[in-house]
């Protein structure tokens, strides 16, 4: 069974510009979540997704990042503009609920 | 959300049994706990879930107490491989959102 797919691996960017991840779940999986992982912390929750409609994102910082979920499938974060504030790994997970998520290998964003 | 507390590190070596616990006194009825493992440059990892009393899996155990005021999660003969964050979470079954802390930093040493 193919994992969850996450793409690009790194990004590079300088404060101010725009950058966007998408991530690809596990097949049939109606929750998606992304997570936003600095360096030394845990993982932590940015938004929530079940099916393509938003269950949780009152940790996302909506004047600079969005996100979306269309047809319920593959999803994009975005970040506009990035902070330097903003470097860290970008994780998406999926669910076929129960608690139980499965992880993507990330995304690591540098903001120079 | 029922808070929890763990160890920041442990040290172990290989082929020790290592016990991690969990601290989560304000847990819910509804309330499972799961526990993830995750290595340098990857995402977390599911290891084990569980309600109450004990449950193993090929990887690990999980005890917990009556109360579910605290669990333990119990590598068995850890490896160097077996270097990595362990965290450790609750939240009611279903779609509940999940708040992971700092998790327990495990280093085995030869």
């Known amino acids: 069974e193919a994992g969850v797919a996450q793409s690009p691996r790194y990004k590079i960017i300088e404060k101010r510009q725009s950058v966007a991840f998408w991530c690809n779940p596990i097949s049939g999986h109606a929750t998606l979540y992304w997570y936003q992982q600095i360096l030394g912390q845990g993982p932590k929750l940015l938004i929530q997704?079940?099916?393509?409609?938003?269950?949780?994102d009152s940790q996302l910082p909506k004047d600079r990042f969005s996100a979306e979920r269309l047809k319920g499938v593959d999803s994009t974060l975005k970040i506009q503009p990035a902070k330097l504030e903003d470097s860290a790994v970008y994780l998406c997970?999926?669910?076929?609920?129960?608690?139980?998520?499965?992880f993507g290998p990330g995304t690591r964003l540098t903001v120079l | 959300l029922a808070k929890t507390t763990q160890p920041i590190s442990m040290d172990s070596y290989e082929g020790q049994e290592v016990n991690i616990t969990c601290s989560h006194n304000n847990i819910a009825t509804n309330d499972y706990i799961t526990w993830y493992q995750q290595f340098p440059s990857q995402g977390p990892r599911f290891i084990i879930q569980g309600y109450k009393t004990k449950v193993t899996n090929e990887v690990a155990s999980l005890f917990i107490p009556a109360d579910r005021k605290s669990s333990t999660l119990s590598l068995p003969r850890v490896s160097l491989s077996d270097t990595a964050v362990y965290y450790c979470?609750?939240?009611?079954?279903?779609?509940?959102?999940?708040?992971f802390g700092k998790g327990t930093m495990l280093l085995v040493s030869p």
């Open positions: 997970a999926s669910s076929p609920g129960a608690n139980t998520q499965y």
């Open positions: 997704f079940q099916n393509n409609g938003v269950v949780d």
């Open positions: 979470l609750v939240g009611d079954w279903g779609y509940s959102t999940l708040t």
